[in-house]
Nanobody
Framework: QVQLVESGGGLVQAGGSLRLSCAIS????????VGWHRQAPGKSRDWVAR???????TYADSVKGRFTISRENAKNTVYLQMNNLKAEDTAVYYC?????????WGQGTQVTVPS
């Protein structure tokens, strides 16, 4: 079992920044892939960014150059730094972890960027 707890969401004006955190109950070395996803009202959950255990990162085109995924192994925590936020970034953001062959999810944290 893996537990994930997101935090750091909130209300921010367009052009502003937020940093989301995801605390994971397992050592990050044991996790194959960690990722961030988001779901806007009435829409499907979309992948935003991921980091493989090697440290390789990939991003959705919509956030490339604005969002950065990183990790702090000593704290078993993964971050999503979000800069130059736009109204279309408004969504519930979820953290995920692929441990073995099973994906685990956090409960989500709301990010709101008023238009």
């Amino acid at each position: 079992q893996v537990q994930l707890v997101e935090s750091g969401g909130g209300l921010v004006q367009a052009g502003g920044s937020l940093r989301l955190s995801c605390a994971i109950s397992r050592r990050l070395f044991d996790i194959n892939v960690v990722g961030w996803h988001r779901q806007a009202p009435g829409k499907s959950r979309d992948w935003v960014a991921r980091m493989f255990s090697s440290g390789t990162t990939t991003y959705a085109d919509s956030v490339k150059g604005r969002f950065t995924i990183s990790r702090e192994n000593a704290k078993n925590t993964v971050y999503l730094q979000m800069n130059n936020l736009k109204a279309e970034d408004t969504a519930v953001y979820y953290c995920s972890a692929l441990y073995g062959l099973t994906s685990y999810w956090g409960q989500g944290t709301q990010v709101t960027v008023p238009s």
